[in-house]
């Protein structure tokens, strides 16, 4: 289950952002570099321990995921593993690719690589535009020719050379930062909602949680 809270923090929503196109190329190059190599050498069994080994790193950078998207987001997602069978590596091997969250996490870090590329264009091009805007009236002295040309240099429509001419732009930059605001922790709050569905339990999986834990009981009872 995740935080009740709906609105991330502006700050935290930045943050998050930002660093999840950095994030999901790195996640992207990796599984697709351990995929392909694993696959490609199944056959001499060396792709069965690549293969091992990313299931293990993505569990494991899941396990990262939703700390960041806690510490960033201030949302909670509970771990939705099913317990591991206590003894035999080949019982526990089987656990983890039958629990549907090893590949729930799979798709969450596939899919991250071009969310993030989304979420970085809107960010960028919604937070340079709102701060160019409203500072014009500080800089626009210091551009080419000392004027601020719409909608280019080599195409001016209108032109701004004074503090005068500069402030109704200024005025629209300040409503665009509004504007920016809402976007970011809109995305952001998207984000942590897919992040919690992909990365957190399902109703069917609690369920399961909750009979494992009421048969452990019952034989912890039995062998008392």
Same mark, same amino acid.
């Given at each position: 289950?995740?935080?009740?809270?709906?609105?991330?923090?502006?700050?935290?929503?930045?943050?998050?952002?930002?660093?999840?196109? $950095?994030? &999901?190329?790195?996640? *992207? @190059?990796?599984? #697709? /570099? %351990?995929?392909?190599?694993? +696959?490609?050498? =199944?056959?001499?069994?060396?792709?069965?321990?690549?293969?091992?080994?990313?299931?293990?790193?993505?569990?494991?950078?899941?396990?990262?995921?939703?700390?960041?998207?806690?510490?960033?987001?201030?949302?909670?997602?509970?771990?939705?593993?099913?317990?591991?069978?206590?003894?035999?590596?080949?019982?526990?091997?089987?656990?983890?690719?039958?629990?549907?969250?090893?590949?729930?996490?799979?798709?969450?870090?596939?899919?991250?690589? $071009?969310? &993030?590329?989304?979420? *970085? @264009?809107?960010? #960028? /091009? %919604?937070?340079?535009?709102? +701060?160019?805007? =409203?500072?014009?009236?500080?800089?626009?002295?210091?551009?080419?020719?000392?004027?601020?040309?719409?909608?280019?240099?080599?195409?001016?429509?209108?032109?701004?050379?004074?503090?005068?001419?500069?402030?109704?732009?200024?005025?629209?930059?300040?409503?665009?930062?509004?504007?920016?605001?809402?976007?970011?922790?809109?995305?952001?709050?998207?984000?942590?909602?897919?992040?919690?569905?992909?990365?957190?339990?399902?109703?069917?999986?609690?369920?399961?949680?909750?009979?494992?834990?009421?048969?452990?009981?019952?034989?912890?009872?039995?062998?008392?």
């Amino acid at each position: 289950m995740g935080s009740a809270r709906r609105d991330p923090p502006f700050g935290g929503s930045v943050v998050f952002l930002l660093m999840n196109l $950095p994030v &999901g190329v790195l996640a *992207f @190059v990796f599984l #697709t /570099t %351990f995929v392909a190599a694993g +696959l490609g050498t =199944a056959v001499i069994w060396v792709g069965v321990g690549l293969l091992a080994l990313l299931v293990l790193a993505v569990r494991g950078a899941g396990r990262l995921e939703r700390a960041r998207v806690y510490a960033l987001l201030d949302r909670y997602i509970d771990l939705p593993y099913l317990p591991l069978p206590a003894q035999g590596q080949k019982d526990r091997w089987k656990a983890r690719l039958k629990d549907p969250s090893t590949w729930r996490d799979l798709t969450y870090f596939f899919l991250l690589f $071009p969310l &993030g590329i989304v979420e *970085f @264009v809107l960010v #960028t /091009t %919604f937070w340079s535009t709102s +701060l160019a805007l =409203a500072g014009l009236p500080l800089y626009f002295r210091w551009l080419p020719d000392g004027a601020y040309y719409f909608p280019s240099y080599d195409v001016r429509w209108l032109t701004v050379d004074s503090t005068v001419e500069a402030l109704p732009w200024a005025a629209l930059g300040v409503l665009f930062v509004a504007l920016s605001v809402a976007l970011t922790k809109a995305l952001a709050g998207v984000h942590a909602r897919l992040a919690g569905a992909l990365l957190g339990t399902t109703v069917a999986q609690r369920r399961r949680m909750e009979r494992w834990w009421e048969d452990a009981e019952e034989k912890n009872l039995v062998a008392g």
